[in-house]
């Protein structure tokens, strides 16, 4: 069942176009932070790790309103708990498959994006590194405010809102991880993030067994 | 993946359902309700708009807890609400295929669809179904899950007296086969039901119960 719903959501993503818009998103920032700050090298390479980071936090809201909501409203979930599913591993498979359709595209649109900022190869390296340790962290926090605000008018806008200053100490660690002798600031992002993935599947399935009453 | 029950094959199919209340948004929807239900026998379930026939439905399949009693069942369940949980952008055949595939029962869509008369809708997207169709998209998954517990709501809602035919013959066909239906509907079905019981609200459901009280 799991591999159902993660493959359901990976096609919907991919036939859907949603999988490109954290890439055209990342993109986007990378072009245009030149043109704000000016085109010197060395201020790019210092900043632009930072940039990407954010442009990575906000990317990863994108798709927040498309992931619980139509599911929700259309019957889909309360099929699978009908059909003896439990709502922590629906809610797993939806973790895993969110970070699935964002995590590894945005991965990849840091390489061309950090080319234009012009970042130096070992902190494109410790970007990549930190991004794949901190998205899952993002996935987690993206579907837990999810689920917390599925059936609410305006949630798209809320869960924006309610994401953001929960996602600062992933922000914080994540770029701290950017700079030399940064292994405490990774270690500290992937506690965090591991700590996010651990408790999501249980929030947003309590979440969820709430809404349904 | 076996549903709520276990033990589908060896016959003991069975529906009980014991002193179940239901209370939604602090109301008492009813109360004391009980029916058994063994292999090939059908229950309808009448009422007036509102009283909780939707909610007994959802509390039978586990969506709902109930607020007092219990439901016990063997054997897997399949609902049929007026929600469709198809994606509204793939065609009718695939989008049936994915609960089917769930369900493990992959050769049963183009049965299931056969059955209702929408085999020629089968590469249409379920966006441009139109109301009847959809009902009767409902149907075929229920149909296609292959589970010997049937939950229809409101079945016959927007379908023409030919499609009503069509579900009739395929709850009678079911019910021979050993299964069980619980229909909530207003309108009368094209099937005979064992069992139909009116909803009523309990006479002391004025008084709201307390949030967290013991019953």
């Given amino acids: 069942m799991i591999r159902a719903i993660i493959r359901r959501d990976c096609m919907r993503s991919w036939t859907g176009g949603a999988v490109a818009m954290p890439v055209i998103?990342?993109?986007?920032?990378?072009?245009?932070v030149p043109f704000a700050l000016g085109p010197n090298p060395a201020l790019l390479a210092a900043t632009g790790g930072g940039m990407l980071w954010v442009a990575a936090l906000?990317?990863?809201l994108l798709p927040v309103d498309r992931l619980i909501e139509p599911d929700r409203e259309s019957g889909l979930f309360d099929q699978l708990i009908v059909r003896g599913a439990r709502d922590e591993t629906i809610m797993a498979a939806k973790l895993l498959a969110h970070w699935l359709n964002f995590g590894p595209p945005l991965l990849i649109?840091?390489?061309p994006a950090a080319a234009l900022l012009q970042l130096p190869g070992d902190v494109l390296w410790r970007l990549e590194m930190s991004l794949l340790i901190g998205t899952p962290g993002l996935a987690a926090l993206a579907l837990m405010t999810a689920t917390l605000t599925a059936g609410l008018r305006g949630s798209s806008a809320l869960t924006g809102l309610l994401v953001l200053p929960l996602a600062i100490p992933l922000l914080i660690f994540g770029a701290g991880a950017l700079g030399e002798n940064s292994g405490a600031a990774l270690k500290l992002l992937a506690a965090s993030a591991l700590i996010l993935v651990a408790m999501a599947p249980f929030a947003a399935g309590a979440a969820m067994r709430a809404g349904r009453e | 993946m076996s549903g709520t029950g276990q033990a589908t094959d060896d016959g003991t199919v069975r529906l009980h359902v014991r002193d179940a209340a239901c209370r939604?948004?602090?109301?008492?929807?009813?109360?004391?309700?009980?029916?058994t239900l063994d292999a090939g026998q059908a229950a309808l379930v009448g009422g007036p708009n509102g009283i909780?026939?939707?909610?007994?439905?959802?509390?039978?399949?586990?969506?709902l807890p109930p607020f007092m009693g219990e439901v016990a069942a063997t054997g897997a369940m399949a609902l049929a609400d007026d929600r469709l949980a198809l994606d509204s952008d793939l065609p009718l055949g695939r989008a049936l295929a994915f609960w089917a595939?769930?369900?493990?029962q992959p050769d049963a869509v183009e049965q299931a669809l056969e059955r209702l008369a929408l085999t020629p809708l089968c590469d249409v997207p379920v966006r441009m179904l139109s109301t009847g169709q959809r009902k009767r998209a409902v149907l075929a998954r229920v149909i296609a899950s292959g589970t010997p517990i049937w939950l229809l709501d409101e079945p016959a809602n927007g379908l023409d007296t030919a499609s009503?035919?069509?579900l009739g013959r395929a709850v009678e066909q079911h019910l021979q086969g050993g299964g069980i239906v619980v229909a909530a509907s207003h309108q009368p079905l094209p099937w005979a039901s064992t069992t139909s019981f009116t909803l009523a609200r309990p006479a002391d459901a004025d008084e709201d119960w307390p949030e967290d009280g013991e019953p």
């Fill in chain 2, 52 to 63: 909780g026939k939707s909610s007994l439905l959802r509390l039978i399949c586990g969506l």
């Fill in chain 1, 109 to 111: 649109a840091c390489l």
């Fill in chain 1, 58 to 60: 906000l990317a990863s």
């Fill in chain 2, 164 to 166: 009503i035919a069509l």
């Fill in chain 2, 101 to 104: 595939g769930i369900d493990g």
């Fill in chain 1, 25 to 32: 998103f990342v993109m986007m920032v990378a072009t245009l």
């Fill in chain 2, 24 to 35: 939604r948004g602090g109301r008492l929807l009813f109360s004391g309700l009980s029916f």
